[in-house]
């Protein structure tokens, strides 16, 4: 009785030290997003201060006037700022897909492409951009989205005919994948001119520029909705940890909750590629950089993730946008460059952990 009593004690001490800690890393990342918004902001081939900088949000927001001209005020207000925010909001919905998909699938390499969302944005936006289809109607983002859901349908239907469990999703998301990846590249290939095809390859690669204030409210609230459902379920995610039957035995109605997040992460995944195109790497390696940080409990797992993939999104949008001064690269590609090393640093520390 002695020794269950103190086992309880020290795993219920684990809990409230992991828990402390989770908020701690929350406050310092939440703090290191304000001021890293505000720095990238005042980043770029024109010189803004970041006086001028917290002096126009600040003139904007009913908070005081600015002293900066008109200029600094559309670079900042127009072009810079709703770039950062847009920046924040996708990597940290991309980052808790990826964090969901982990641990709804039980597999460390879902991401929120496995559901095929973003080869069907892709395929949507080419459809729009070479073949004019829906042309005066649908933008650019407007097919890309429709092309994400259709294709998130048609992984569902293929996934659900064949059973529905875990790996059945996650091969249907491959396949899916692979079929839309082909029509894109047979209408770039087929119908394209070069000035098209430059295009869609920077927006396939990941891109925010030319992100506006529609965009970022678009893409917040999608965000923001499907944020509060992931953190609803943090609970029941954690029963899925020991398997569908585990999680089943302990009352949680598997089918069920595996479609409602599957829906609620196609939607944030289709709403964030459809605004910035297809970023990789995001939600496949910052949940495990979290999860290293505060360990696999929901509660504190996804608020951190989030805080996480907002901070490394606005300065992966930064580096791309000015690594090589006016001429910007896709973020995508930057995203790739920083994932790659940091997944196989990871990937080490775990076989470490294991040996």
Known sequence: ?????????????????????????????????????????????????????????????????????????GIVWQLRLPRALLAAVCGAGLALCGAILQSLLRNPLADPFVLGVSSGASTGAVLVAVLGVGAGTLSLSGGAFLGAVLSFAAMLALAYGAGGTPDRVILAGVACTQLFSALTSLIVLSSANAEQTRGVLFWLLGSLAGASWTDVTVAAAVFGGGCVVCLWYSSTLDAFAFGSDAAAGLGVAVGRTRIVLLLVTAIVTAALV??????????????????????????????????????????????????????????????????????????????????
């Open 1 to 73: 009785m002695t020794t269950s009593s103190g086992s309880q004690d020290r795993s219920t001490r684990g809990t409230s030290l992991r828990t402390r800690r989770a908020l701690a890393i929350c406050v310092c990342c939440a703090v290191l997003l304000v001021v890293s918004v505000a720095v990238t902001v005042s980043i770029g081939p024109a010189d803004v201060s970041l006086r001028e900088v917290y002096g126009i949000i600040g003139q904007h927001l009913g908070l005081g006037t600015s002293s900066a001209g008109r200029l600094a005020d």
């Open 274 to 355: 459809s605004a910035a195109g297809a970023i990789g790497f995001v939600g496949l390696v910052l949940p495990h950089v979290a999860r290293f940080l505060v360990g696999p409990g929901h509660a504190r797992l996804l608020p951190v993730t989030v805080l996480i993939g907002a901070v490394f999104m606005v300065w992966a949008d930064t580096v791309a946008r000015s690594v090589f001064g006016a001429r910007e690269i896709p973020v995508g590609v930057v995203t790739a460059l920083l994932g790659v090393p940091a997944f196989a640093i990871l990937l080490a520390r775990r076989r470490r952990q294991l040996a």
